[in-house]
């Protein structure tokens, strides 16, 4: 059977699965009686410091802190965007945000009828593939729905826009829509909470497909706001007496982000529970990430009072970029390409494979979730995408039977703006250097306070060679003619 009839029996469209693939050693896989299952669970907007097991004192995470305790904790794992869409583009297809089709963050820009992703390129090796949360990488109707790029099943968001509120009037499996009793789009209040909805999917796919190989990936909206929860949940309750309320749209904002990031981990404990139960967790692999840098919201304190001469929380209220421990402070956040908004937490558990309780400085970012995959599950990876493996870095490089691999160097763009990491050096600038060119070392100026630039200008000049070979002339998918009926059409929403 040649590889477009075996695509075909797949589901998997033969682009969709990437033709040109490497067959790689997949020593790790081959030594596995069964190949492992990967939990992937990505938290929309979530802030580095953003953990109790970070120092973070708002925030309690006792079920992430466990994860910390017996998986490796990542330090240099960045985001592959400073936003939602093109950082799930670059996770999903692997590519850099030079050569990744969704690169802002537009609505319902959608994938390339014939991009490979995460979910094809494990379906194709045999793995059981479910989506639950928030896909932003193709609308209903258009060529970038997941269904179409490798998931057997989706359940959520698919446009952008959707994804805004926890009270939607309805969600989508695999692009039809099923319509929640109770919302009307409101941001606050609803019969449904939508998340809850979303867990269970994704609980129920894990249980059905627990004797065989599986993908599951978690894109959750929390903490992502406009806020609103249950006033039931065990999380809220647990945070509605603060004294604290700091917010910007409703006093008890702050109370509410902090409670969904203790609701999410509380799921995460229930998952890390059902695999064991299950008596799969030795088998299964869970990740834990961020999408992109955090938010520095609720700088100004209780909306209530008069607004002081100066932010009396200028980092933000939670602290997302903030080091409790130093006073450091990540420059920046999501929605630019200063460490503020690429410093994410990633967090990979798996017992027996991974040590427990380390802690790696490996470089790395994004595209290189896909290869890594594919070298642990035994699959096939597309040969143009950018990503380097770090499984010598997870599984110790006796295991996997090779070093670890290293970037020459990391590339970003997003809208106007470029950056380039090289080792410790990192520029910033506009596209085609029409600005002033940033350049740090961030051993020694993780703050980015100090452009050495004019110090170095021959590794500005590198590192705008390296910014000029990896951009790519951008081309994103469409809407599919004969869709209108399912496509997103917009936001009922209720104001306050």
């Not at 938290?43 to 992430?64: A, R, W």
């Amino acid at each position: 059977m040649d590889r477009r009839d075996f695509l075909k029996l797949a589901g998997v469209t033969a682009g969709a699965a990437g033709l040109n693939m490497s067959f790689a050693s997949a020593k790790l896989a081959r030594a596995e009686k069964r190949k492992p299952n990967v939990i992937y669970i990505m938290l929309d907007e979530l802030g580095y410091f953003e953990l109790s097991c970070m120092g973070n004192e708002k925030v309690h995470t006792p079920n992430i802190d466990r994860m910390v305790s017996e998986g490796m904790r990542f330090t240099q794992m960045l985001a592959g965007s400073a936003v939602c869409a093109p950082t799930r583009s670059v996770l999903m297809t692997g590519k850099h945000a030079g050569h990744t089709t969704v690169r802002v963050n537009g609505g319902g820009l959608a994938l390339l009828e014939d991009d490979a992703t995460i979910a094809s390129m494990l379906k194709c090796a045999g793995y059981a593939t479910g989506g639950f949360g928030k896909w932003g990488l193709g609308d209903a109707g258009t060529t970038g729905v997941p269904e179409k790029h490798g998931f057997d099943t989706f359940y959520g968001y698919y446009h952008q826009v959707h994804a805004h509120t926890y009270y939607p009037r309805y969600l989508l499996r695999n692009s039809e829509k099923e319509y929640l009793p109770g919302n009307t789009d409101d941001f606050y209040e609803g019969e449904t909470f939508a998340h809850y909805k979303i867990f269970e999917e994704a609980k129920k796919f894990i249980k059905s497909n627990a004797d065989k190989p599986f993908f599951c990936y978690c894109p959750w909206t929390p903490p992502h706001g406009l806020w609103g929860m249950p006033e039931d949940d065990p999380s809220w309750q647990m945070y509605e007496d603060k004294p604290w309320r700091a917010g910007q749209r409703q006093p008890t904002d702050s109370r509410v982000y902090a409670a969904m990031i203790n609701m999410v981990d509380r799921q995460i404990g229930e998952i890390m529970d059902m695999v064991k139960e299950l008596g799969i967790d030795e088998d299964t692999i869970i990740f834990f990430c961020g999408d992109n840098g955090g938010q520095p919201y609720f700088c100004w304190g209780d909306p209530s009072t008069p607004r002081p001469e100066k932010m009396p929380y200028p980092h933000g209220f939670i602290g997302p970029n903030l080091n409790p421990e130093t006073g450091e402070r990540f420059r920046g956040g999501k929605g630019n390409l200063y460490e503020g908004g690429l410093r994410i937490p990633f967090i990979v558990r798996w017992p027996g494979k991974v040590e427990a309780g380390s802690v790696s400085e490996h470089l790395g970012y994004f595209p290189d979730v896909m290869p890594t995959l594919g070298e642990i599950c035994g699959a096939d990876v597309p040969t143009d995408t950018d990503g380097i493996s770090f499984a010598p870095t997870l599984c110790g490089e006796k295991a996997a039977g090779r070093e670890q691999d290293e970037h020459e160097y990391l590339y970003w763009e997003f809208g106007r703006w470029i950056a380039v990491r090289y080792g410790d050096h990192k520029l910033v600038t506009r596209r085609n250097n029409k600005g002033r060119a940033e350049l740090y070392d961030l051993s020694e100026d993780i703050e980015e306070q100090n452009n050495i630039a004019a110090e170095k200008p021959d590794v500005v000049k590198k590192l705008l060679a390296f910014a000029d070979v990896a951009h790519t002339k951008n081309k994103v998918g469409t809407y599919l003619p004969g869709t209108e009926d399912i496509r997103f059409d917009g936001l009922k929403v209720r104001h306050h």
